[in-house]
């Protein structure tokens, strides 16, 4: 099993050159984001993934959380102690703000950290990224009060958090959900269950803050009647100190496909009286809060399927170059050589490194977006930059998770049957993936919420504005001597065509046949995906021809650049017209049986 090794210079790559990481450290309250302390930050953060998680990542997927019949929950040996150093040396802080203990570094910096923790320990570091949601709400919508009693603590991650959405009956619909709060003074009383809930038990710390969705006694019907509570597992004094147990417990885990590691919890509230919580914000406006903490979680998810993806894509690549078997393709006689001489096996490794590549860029580009919609300091700049991200975020989940479980799939295949064997690692990673599409919002409720949110609602305004950045490329590709980068060239235009068409055909129809609309949603979210990492590979191809050209040194990673590019034009933007032809004429096949022929 090949260790973990983080990208460093493919992160800086992108942080610097496409992500303009020099432009966010000039954002106000980010001058700290220096070039010098940003590299101490990640070849730190690539040392504790190496070191200390990834380690733990196969033999904790064997072990497995445990509940045991004092309804306390066992973390696999290891995690509780690298939590523990996790905690101790500042990483639960980094991005949070500084006025309640963090270390307030942007977003794009926080970004390929989070990417080193999925890939090294999936299973590991979804507690972090469910707290980090949990400070988001509370810090943007809590009273003073709650802010004062919880955040620093959270913020430190001496406490986790954790998201209390989904009920039995509910699942992703949260107009079902049932849960009830009963005000009794200056709190609620909470009773009902909640499933699906990650470290909602856990041995790492002694109090955990649940963020739950639950309905007061007069709440209207649906969606406009849901409010936000925070209920502690224990209680909090006005001195900081902890009180009694809160009314709330684990009442099981989950076994699933993959993240053993990671204890998914049945949360149940109320069975002694009603579970203590606190109204965050105002009532009936829970999942406007929800929201808050979703979309931060939705682009961390995105960033986990991009981290489990390289983790797959260097393990193959490992087993690529050590395994031997057959001769090279047209040698009769020839010796045995590595797998990766043959050109299919080259293939599958092309097609997990361009794709992860482009991934990683559109995500960090996201990224530096979210900075710039919170501290640019120009008001209708913070407006812009919040439309992209909002356009984008559905796309960063959505396509990069999806890409993972492929990605993970080729890795296995790239391992041949020793690949379906649990003891070579492999096939962990698939198993890991593939949760990744379904939680926080699956595949398609990115796609609904990127075409009806974001292309209807607007009338493709901010679609329309992303394909016209995309389009400004144009003209230095064109001066570009270079044949590769004119098959780039070429093969970008067709994909950007194809979404500008997809889009409108979108804009036309929706209103009038909102299920073919529909039916198209996800293809469009690829399609969307493909062309913007395509637009990001094309503006690193074209910086890595102007570093070649300036002689500029890292030869080998720019000409590998500039190659890996070209394949992504070549076998992942010719995709998309197919896409575009699925999303304007694909809906009559969708919709043509009636259910009692399926």
Request: hydrophobic share 45%; glycine share 10%; proline share 3%.
């Amino acid at each position: 099993m090949a260790s973990y090794t983080a990208p460093l210079r493919d992160m800086q790559f992108v942080l610097n050159e496409l992500a303009d990481l020099a432009g966010v450290a000039r954002l106000p309250g980010y001058g700290d984001a220096t070039p010098e302390v940003v590299e101490t930050v990640l070849d730190a953060a690539g040392k504790f993934a190496a070191d200390v998680l990834a380690p733990l990542n196969a033999a904790g997927d064997r072990e497995g959380a445990k509940l045991g019949e004092d309804g306390v929950v066992t973390t696999p040996k290891g995690f509780k102690d690298a939590y523990t150093r996790y905690v101790a040396d500042g990483w639960n802080a980094l991005a949070l703000p500084p006025e309640y203990g963090g270390q307030g570094l942007p977003q794009l910096v926080s970004a390929p950290v989070q990417e080193m923790w999925q890939a090294a320990n999936m299973s590991y570091a979804l507690c972090s990224l469910l707290t980090q949601g949990a400070v988001e709400a509370l810090m943007l919508r809590g009273s003073d009060e709650l802010k004062k009693r919880f955040l620093p603590r959270m913020v430190a991650g001496e406490w986790t958090g954790t998201m209390n959405l989904s009920e039995p009956q509910a699942g992703s619909d949260l107009a079902a959900v049932r849960c009830r709060a009963e005000r009794a003074g200056d709190h609620y009383k909470l009773t009902g269950q909640k499933i699906f809930i990650t470290y909602g038990e856990h041995d790492w710390t002694d109090n955990i803050i649940h963020m739950v969705l639950a309905r007061t006694a007069d709440a209207p019907a649906g969606v406009k009647g849901i409010s936000m509570f925070l209920v502690p597992k224990f209680l909090v004094n006005a001195d900081g100190s902890l009180g009694k147990r809160n009314d709330v417990h684990c009442a099981s885990i989950e076994h699933k496909l993959g993240i053993h590691a990671s204890p998914t919890a049945v949360m149940s509230y109320g069975d002694r009286g009603g579970a203590i919580g606190y109204l965050v914000g105002e009532e009936n406006h829970g999942l406007e809060y929800m929201f808050i903490m979703m979309n931060l979680a939705r682009f961390s998810v995105g960033l986990q399927g991009l981290g489990i993806a390289e983790r797959a894509w260097q393990q193959a690549r490992a087993y690529a170059r050590e395994r031997v078997q057959g001769a090279d393709i047209g040698e009769r006689h020839g010796k045995p050589v590595p797998i990766i001489r043959h050109p299919d096996v080259r293939r599958m490794l092309m097609s997990m490194k361009a794709r992860i590549e482009a991934m990683r860029a559109v995500a960090y580009v996201t990224a530096a977006g979210l900075d710039q919609a919170m501290r640019n300091a120009d008001e209708k700049m913070r407006v812009q930059a919040q439309a992209f991200v909002d356009f984008l975020i559905p796309v960063v989940k959505g396509w990069c998770t999806e890409s993972a479980i492929d990605i993970t799939s080729l890795g296995i295949q790239i391992h041949g049957g020793m690949g379906y064997i649990e003891e070579t690692g492999a096939a962990q990673y698939f198993r890991d993936a593939r949760i990744s599409t379904i939680y926080e919002g699956t595949t398609g409720i990115q796609a609904k919420d990127l075409v009806g949110r974001k292309i209807a609602r607007d009338q493709g305004a901010t679609a329309k504005a992303l394909i016209a950045m995309m389009r400004t490329l144009d003209g230095e590709l064109s001066k570009a001597k270079d044949e590769n980068l004119q098959a780039i060239r070429a093969r970008l235009t067709t994909g950007i065509n194809a979404l500008e068409e997809a889009m409108h055909w979108l804009v036309t129809h929706y209103a009038e046949n909102v299920k073919a609309a529909a039916a198209g949603s996800v293809p469009f979210l690829k399609l969307a995906g493909i062309v913007t990492g395509g637009w990001q590979m094309a503006r690193a191809a074209l910086i890595a021809q102007h570093k070649l050209r300036a002689d500029t040194g890292d030869v080998r990673f720019y000409r590998a650049k500039l190659g890996t590019a070209r394949y992504y034009a070549d076998y992942e933007l010719t995709q998309a017209p197919g896409l575009k032809e699925a999303i304007v004429a694909g809906a009559v096949g969708i919709l043509a049986l009636s259910e009692d022929q399926f």
